[in-house]
């Protein structure tokens, strides 16, 4: 990888110019050129295996990665990744598909592949976390007093998150915002120990929260925040998300929603550098 924080377009044809650098480049991160009986592996003349000088054993160094079966060239699936890696208001099949100049299909495939392997961490939060709830989507109109709200809100996706300030962010697709399922998701994604919870003063986290130490505003009395007590991180989060699916997407399925979802969490994560989000793209998607 390139040595300063920046990674563009340039670094990327430099660093991986043909397939073969593509490979060498996958080869490296998955193996150890020493063999377990005491040989070296080296690369066959001409094919996309290595085998070792010893016991002949042979390695396919793609095999079991997202680029084991796609006929697409190596160069092409590492210039999708780095465009991936740099498209913070994600990134439609429409404008893969012209970046790459492959077909719309193929791009969405692509993206697919991408998103499903993307390295999102586990582990949970802790230290000062915000949590809240979004709704997503759905048509309609509530009507004047407001008599057809509970069909509008059925069609909306409900959307859990809860971020770490200056770290990390969760966030999942959930069936509905009742108490329990709340509670699931902090239960799940934040530590008990070590964490002040900041919510709003919703009480769907009373019971749930009760062996949190929790601190929150009250929207409702148009309090947003006091003193440090707010959760604007975590809503900045949701209007960059609901910005930028409006903006490059237009519009999502409920069933793909989880999958973009999980790209901006990526991104998200992997915020401070550009080299470093490239590389660890790469790097996750292969281990
Ligand atoms: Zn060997």
Redesign the pocket.
Known sequence: MAKSDKYGIYDLRNEFPTDDACLEYIFRVLHSER?????R?KRLPERRQWQ??????QIAPTAGTLFEKSATPLTKWFHALFVFSSAKSGLSGKQLERELNVTYKTAWRMLKLIRASLPNKKHRLLGDVEMDETYFGGKGNAGKNNQDLGKVMDDKSVILGAVERDGEIRAEVAPNAKAATIGQFLHTNVERVKTRLLTDESNRYDLVAKRYHRQSVNHSQQEYVRDDVHTNTIEGFWSHVKRSISGTHKAVSRRYLQSYLDGFVWHYNNRHSDRDRFSALLYGLLR
């Open positions: 063999c377990s009986c005491g040989g592996y070792c000088s010893k016991c002949r054993y």
